[in-house]
């Protein structure tokens, strides 16, 4: 019963997440009115349901430990995914007694929330059992879930202004304001190209998860290659891949990239593989090409570029300086809650637009032109992943860090190479899995990958399942 009631609590739970930024934005427009931050008490649903689901899958696991005829099983037995995620959590805790700094409890609750709380339920429900039930149905919401976030964010590319702000949305697009309502769209630069979010928080939050379905219909792919159903796949997966590229979302597209070059390995035969990697490899280049001649200000993007390579170089710096860490929530999306809403314009640029809204921090030219009687406090955004662990944790977090995810890589494709073909979706769940955390993984390279909730919670609940502890080996 207790495994039951958790598996569908899970499902409900993977099943909203992708849905939480537009739900939570609607609800808060009809219980407070317009203008307000997501209320907190609506913000938190999941995590609340997360706890639950946590709950029964401890009860579970004492259960299972009590049992005496599975004491010699294996199945709660710690291994070296366990011991990396525990470090990391002491050495959090102990870290501001080594720098003799202030402890805020109020900081690291944020920090714990978007760094460990995904590692904290990995932890936990991978020493559980997941039926075959659980798993076929989590494979079906993914997908079907993956149609509506799809169909919605082609329609939003239509939508006007006022079809967002009677939902709850801001009337200022493309930024994110501390106490305010989210922005419905991001627009690029000053072309006024509008890049699809659907029912996200931003373009690249959608973009991140869409990689979850998408790795998911290349596993469907391998197993109806040549037979009608293929082309279901195939149109699935043209579909995403459209939705996909209107985020415009190049940290997701490079991830997207990979998982399809490793999907189209394990779909065709090497002799075809060779063919269509060159013709892939060819055309991408082509359009890449024209791209960059016909509509640089759409793949360059001269300020988002130059932040990716200046940011991390800070953080690099900042690692160099403080090889201990700054602490938990003093890098990343945690530092967006403490800090001012800041917007970067090249020199000579017309700020006159922001005059009306007094609480945004305005520099032209890297000089702040807005407001003018207080030094704003921006927030500290690496765009790696990697590097704000390496920013909040110091050197030992990072490297604690990246042993985590390439371990977790190693046993999932070596898992996926052995998978019992016998049980269909769990093969495919494996493959998923696999694809996805890989494609997300690169994309951190580059973003903040792991920021989104649907994203992190559905990754990590997943990975769970399919890389259970007593499958494990240090």
């Not at 998408?214 to 699935?236: E, G, H, N, T, V």
């Not at 189209?264 to 990697?277: D, N």
């Not at 809204?357 to 207080?374: A, E, K, S």
């Not at 269909?424 to 694809?435: I, N």
Request: overall charge positive; glycine content about 8%; charged content about 10%.
């Amino acid at each position: 019963m207790l495994q039951i009631t958790r598996e569908r609590l899970t499902l409900i739970l993977i099943g909203l997440l992708p849905f939480h930024a537009f739900l939570v934005t609607v609800g808060t427009k009809i219980i407070a009115g317009p203008g307000h931050s997501p209320l907190p008490m609506l913000a938190l649903w999941k995590e609340a349901l997360l706890g639950v689901i946590l709950m029964i899958a401890v009860l579970e696991a004492v259960k299972l430990k009590m049992d005496p005829s599975t004491r010699s099983g294996g199945q709660l037995t710690i291994d070296v995914l366990d011991i990396c995620i525990v470090s990391l959590l002491l050495w959090s805790l102990l870290q501001p007694l080594i720098l003799n700094s202030p402890f805020s409890i109020f900081h690291y609750a944020v920090g714990f929330k978007y760094d460990f709380l995904p590692l904290v339920v990995f932890l936990i429900l991978r020493r559980v059992t997941w039926s075959p039930a659980f798993v076929r149905t989590a494979v079906a919401v993914l997908l079907g879930v993956g149609g509506i976030v799809a169909v919605y964010g082609i329609a939003t590319l239509f939508f006007p202004i006022s079809w967002f702000t009677a939902l709850g949305y801001s009337d200022l697009h493309s930024l994110y304001i501390p106490g305010g309502p989210l922005a419905p769209f991001q627009q690029i630069e000053a072309s006024g190209l509008r890049r699809i979010q659907s029912t996200f928080s931003g373009p690249n939050q959608l973009g991140l998860w869409l990689l979850i379905p998408l790795s998911l219909s290349l596993a469907r792919l391998r197993k109806s290659f040549r037979s009608p159903a293929q082309w279901q796949d195939i149109a699935y997966l043209s579909f995403l891949g459209l939705v996909l590229l209107k985020t415009f979302s190049r940290a997701a597209w490079i991830g997207a990239a990979v998982i399809l070059i490793i999907g189209l390995w394990k779909v065709l035969p090497r002799k075809q593989f060779k063919v269509a990697s060159c013709g892939l490899l060819v055309s991408g280049s082509v359009i890449l090409a024209m791209g960059i001649f016909f509509a640089p200000e759409v793949l360059l993007r001269v300020a988002s570029s130059r932040g990716h390579i200046e940011r991390p170089l800070e953080a690099l710096r900042i690692m160099r300086d403080h090889p201990f860490g700054l602490g938990l929530g003093a890098a990343g999306p945690a530092s967006n809650r403490f800090s001012d809403t800041c917007v970067d314009l090249p020199a000579g640029a017309d700020a006159s637009w922001a005059q009306p809204h007094p609480q945004l921090c305005v520099f032209v030219g890297g000089t702040q032109t807005q407001p003018l009687d207080r030094v704003c406090t921006c927030p500290l955004l690496p765009e790696n992943w990697y590097l704000q662990i390496g920013v909040e944790l110091g050197w030992i977090g990072f490297i604690l860090y990246i042993f985590l995810v390439v371990t977790i890589l190693r046993r999932s494709f070596l898992q996926l190479a052995t998978c019992n073909q016998v049980s269909v979706a769990s093969c495919k769940l494996q493959s998923t899995c696999a694809l996805a955390f890989l494609g997300i993984s690169i994309a951190a390279l580059f973003l903040h990958a792991w920021e989104d909730s649907a994203v992190a919670y559905t990754v990590w609940v997943l990975m769970s399942a399919v890389l259970p502890v007593r499958l494990a080996r240090i």
